[in-house]
């Protein structure tokens, strides 16, 4: 597997006198440096437009999940560098006994620096720390949006909130755990190795939801999903690390959200979390936030280069997340179908699925929501260029 090299930020969150205002127009201001807002950056990459990125931590700084995704993603993005372990089976236990599910395509576990300055790497947008608390009223009517920050007010025309599930550039809709669709998860991160991917679906760890161990090289994510947000992981991450003899160290978790939103919103484009963009079921919200972040990214290119209107792209990638929907829904129904099997049934039922014909005719449709090749397809048409091949 690939060494990874070891890269922390080479400085960390500005603080007192370093940070110095910041105000102006941007022509994009992409609010979140995580999957999603690097995505957009990076699509950007080479446009000539003045880009700013910002984040309340430096790139890379605060590692957001146990950054588990398909290991096609992380080649057709060229970030394979960032890659410690792969994986070629599941392993699911349930109390009734572990099935094994070979899988038909490998799942990898990455560093979470290396994959942001890799990101990073391929961007040539201007970076700066800075929490962003809100919306700013607009003083003109020029059409640009106006966002508060510590460090001031910033405006642009194409603004992206790529902010997490808080979803701090909306209108405020009251959408607050534990009422709000939300997930909650929590995982520790003990040194050690180990040689499978692994998921337990098991009432003593949740009574909705799953417990996992993803080895990264010589680190452990281990960790519980509840999609009830009302039943607290904490004790039930500490019993299931301490059930695999390992350290309750470094704790990372956060809500995760399993519905879409609306992807945009009063002029503002919403992208990954933000936007409900991470997967019912099984929380995956790596690919899907790249997945979207190309998409969008593309769309904001084509305003850039004249082709389209703030307008047109903001139709067309609100369609485009829209027609993600009844995936989305399917996933959702599933994830609320499973805490309802008994437990007795689960055992052979999870053996059951584990045939290989079923497990990769599952796992194919499970990757073709947010399909690895959508990174190569060519930039979406837009109406300039759909006229100019209509005519
Ligand atoms: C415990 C846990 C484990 C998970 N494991 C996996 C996994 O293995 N695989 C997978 O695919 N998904 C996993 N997920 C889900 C995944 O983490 C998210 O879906 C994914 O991180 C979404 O990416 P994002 O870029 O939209 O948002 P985030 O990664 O949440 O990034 C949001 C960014 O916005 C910044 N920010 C937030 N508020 C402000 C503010 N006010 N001002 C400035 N900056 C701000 C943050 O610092 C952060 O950089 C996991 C989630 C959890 C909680």
């Given at each position: ?7 922390m ?16 127009s941007r ?9 999603a ?28 999940s ?12 060229g ?66 949006i ?8 910033i ?7 790529a ?5 701090i ?17 929590l ?10 991917m ?55 978790g ?36 790249l ?24 139709a ?21 179908l ?14 059951l ?14 990757l ?9 397809a ?14």
């Amino acid at each position: 597997m690939s060494a990874t090299l070891a890269w922390m930020p080479s400085r960390a969150t500005k603080r007192g006198d370093e940070r110095t205002p910041l105000e102006g127009s941007r022509d994009v201001l992409i609010c979140g440096a995580s999957f999603a807002g690097l995505m957009v950056a990076r699509e950007l990459a080479g446009s000539g437009a003045d880009v700013l990125v910002v984040d309340r931590y430096e790139i890379g700084e605060r590692q957001t999940s146990a950054c588990g995704i398909p290991t096609e993603w992380l080649r057709v993005l060229g970030l394979e560098a960032s890659e410690r372990q792969r994986f070629d089976e599941l392993v699911i236990h349930t109390p009734h006994g572990t099935s094994t599910y070979p899988l038909p395509w490998s799942f990898s576990t990455f560093d979470y620096p290396e994959l942001c300055r890799l990101l990073w790497a391929g961007c040539d947008a201007e970076f700066e720390t800075a929490k962003v608390n809100g919306r700013a009223r607009s003083p003109n009517g020029d059409g640009a949006i106006h966002v508060d920050t510590d460090r001031g007010v910033i405006s642009s025309q194409l603004v992206v909130d790529a902010l997490g599930w808080r979803r701090i550039l909306a209108n405020g809709d009251g959408y607050q755990p534990p009422e709000a669709p939300l997930s909650r998860g929590l995982e520790v991160h003990p040194g050690g190795a180990g040689e499978a991917m692994e998921i337990w679906i098991d009432r003593r760890y949740v009574p909705a939801g799953y417990g996992w161990s993803f080895p990264a090289d010589d680190e452990l994510r281990i960790g519980v999903g509840s999609f009830d947000p009302r039943f607290h992981v904490r004790d039930t991450t500490e019993l299931l690390a301490s059930d695999l003899g390992r350290d309750r160290v470094r704790y990372q978790g956060n809500w995760i959200p399993h519905k879409l939103r609306a992807a945009t919103e009063g002029g503002v484009f919403f992208v990954g979390d933000s936007a409900g963009h991470c997967l019912p079921l099984t929380a995956e919200g790596i690919r899907t936030a790249l997945y979207f972040g190309i998409a969008l990214g593309r769309e904001l290119r084509a305003v850039l280069d004249g082709g389209q209107s703030r307008a047109d792209a903001s139709a067309r990638y609100a369609g485009f997340s829209d027609d993600h929907r009844w995936k989305f829904r399917w996933m959702l129904r599933a994830q609320r179908l499973v805490p309802r099997v008994p437990p007795r049934l689960l055992a052979p039922l999870v053996r059951l699925l584990s045939a290989r014909r079923l497990v990769k005719w599952a796992f194919g449709h499970y990757l073709g929501i947010a399909p690895p090749e959508f990174a190569h397809a060519p930039p979406a048409a837009t109406p300039q260029r759909m006229a100019e091949v209509a005519s």
